[in-house]
């Protein structure tokens, strides 16, 4: 294993998750654009088996849960006849699980907008969740059949349906948030309580990520060519948010407020998760 130097890799982690791109943070770190999706990679594995390992028997109970889309090599409209079908090229989506009070990010998974990936993560979600959970998301209808195989009778599913008015144009021809017409919420199975029925936390999370991890920032082209390469950016960016940076409304990290860490990381911390692993 071809390891940069300490101070290259602090510089490399943190150009990334502040939302640079890989060759922006290759020309700060003073290193070539495969060494840098190298080292991402090395550093995203390690971050995923920390991970998988430590976060897991949770005390969470209001978790909600959101897809977000981006792209890998280009987006399904332009891929070229022989990738058309991948399941690692094309639109892809970022499931999500947040725990809405102490913010941490439990689960995610990078795969298709399908019911066998609403699964995957579903079986991950509940798999660091042994307790009795709600569970709040949008209306997809994949969610339903995955968190009932998932969780069987521990979780309580509640849904969130807006309706928007139509899109405008403001007079100088730039796009215009529509407006929220309509709001409801839904118990869809178990007793959900309807009041903590919401999404607002993982929207607004899924803002922070399309600001701070480029490959899910709006009309960039800093995509993801490989598979690989966007998990490790993902699994990067989750455990920084996760154990490094403190959030301004509960004022530590939200692994210090799950009880996972007594203390907020540094970088440095992160990067020594791939020595930890390859012992």
Same mark, same amino acid.
């Given at each position: 294993? $071809?390891?940069?130097?300490?101070?290259?890799?602090?510089?490399?982690?943190?150009?990334?998750?502040?939302?640079?791109?890989?060759?922006?943070?290759?020309?700060?770190?003073?290193?070539?654009?495969?060494?840098?999706?190298?080292?991402?990679?090395?550093?995203?594995?390690?971050?995923?088996?920390?991970?998988?390992?430590?976060?897991?028997?949770?005390?969470?109970?209001?978790?909600?849960?959101?897809?977000?889309?981006?792209?890998?090599?280009?987006?399904?409209?332009?891929?070229?006849?022989?990738?058309?079908?991948?399941?690692?090229?094309?639109?892809?989506?970022?499931?999500?699980?947040?725990?809405?009070?102490?913010?941490?990010?439990?689960?995610?998974?990078?795969?298709?907008?399908?019911?066998?990936?609403?699964?995957?993560?579903?079986?991950?979600?509940?798999?660091?969740?042994?307790?009795?959970?709600?569970?709040?998301?949008?209306?997809?209808?994949?969610?339903?059949?995955?968190?009932?195989?998932?969780?069987?009778?521990?979780?309580?599913?509640?849904?969130?349906?807006?309706?928007?008015?139509?899109?405008?144009?403001?007079?100088?021809?730039?796009?215009?948030?529509?407006?929220?017409?309509?709001?409801?919420?839904?118990?869809?199975?178990?007793?959900?309580?309807?009041?903590?029925?919401?999404?607002?936390?993982?929207?607004?999370?899924?803002?922070?990520?399309?600001?701070?991890?480029?490959?899910?920032?709006?009309?960039?082209?800093?995509?993801?060519?490989?598979?690989?390469?966007?998990?490790?950016?993902?699994?990067?960016?989750?455990?920084?948010? $996760?154990?490094?940076?403190?959030?301004?409304?509960?004022?530590?990290?939200?692994?210090?407020?799950?009880?996972?860490?007594?203390?907020?990381?540094?970088?440095?911390?992160?990067?020594?998760?791939?020595?930890?692993?390859?012992?």
């Amino acid at each position: 294993m $071809n390891r940069l130097s300490q101070i290259k890799q602090d510089l490399l982690v943190a150009a990334i998750v502040e939302g640079t791109s890989i060759r922006g943070a290759a020309r700060i770190a003073d290193i070539t654009k495969n060494s840098a999706i190298r080292n991402l990679n090395w550093i995203g594995a390690a971050c995923q088996t920390y991970h998988d390992k430590h976060v897991r028997n949770l005390k969470c109970f209001h978790i909600e849960a959101d897809e977000m889309w981006s792209y890998i090599h280009a987006k399904d409209r332009n891929l070229p006849l022989d990738l058309i079908g991948s399941k690692e090229h094309g639109d892809m989506w970022n499931w999500i699980g947040i725990d809405a009070e102490s913010k941490l990010v439990i689960s995610w998974h990078v795969g298709k907008k399908e019911t066998s990936d609403a699964k995957t993560f579903a079986t991950d979600l509940a798999s660091r969740l042994p307790g009795k959970v709600q569970i709040s998301t949008d209306q997809l209808m994949h969610y339903r059949p995955a968190f009932e195989e998932a969780f069987g009778t521990r979780a309580a599913y509640g849904t969130i349906s807006k309706k928007f008015g139509n899109v405008k144009m403001s007079p100088d021809g730039k796009y215009e948030q529509p407006k929220l017409k309509k709001m409801r919420q839904y118990a869809v199975m178990g007793n959900p309580i309807p009041d903590a029925i919401s999404t607002h936390c993982i929207e607004r999370y899924n803002l922070s990520v399309r600001q701070s991890t480029r490959r899910f920032s709006r009309a960039t082209l800093a995509f993801s060519r490989k598979i690989k390469n966007k998990r490790a950016a993902v699994a990067l960016y989750f455990t920084y948010f $996760n154990f490094c940076r403190i959030h301004p409304v509960i004022r530590v990290t939200p692994a210090m407020d799950a009880g996972l860490a007594d203390h907020p990381w540094e970088i440095r911390e992160i990067v020594a998760l791939v020595a930890d692993v390859t012992k």
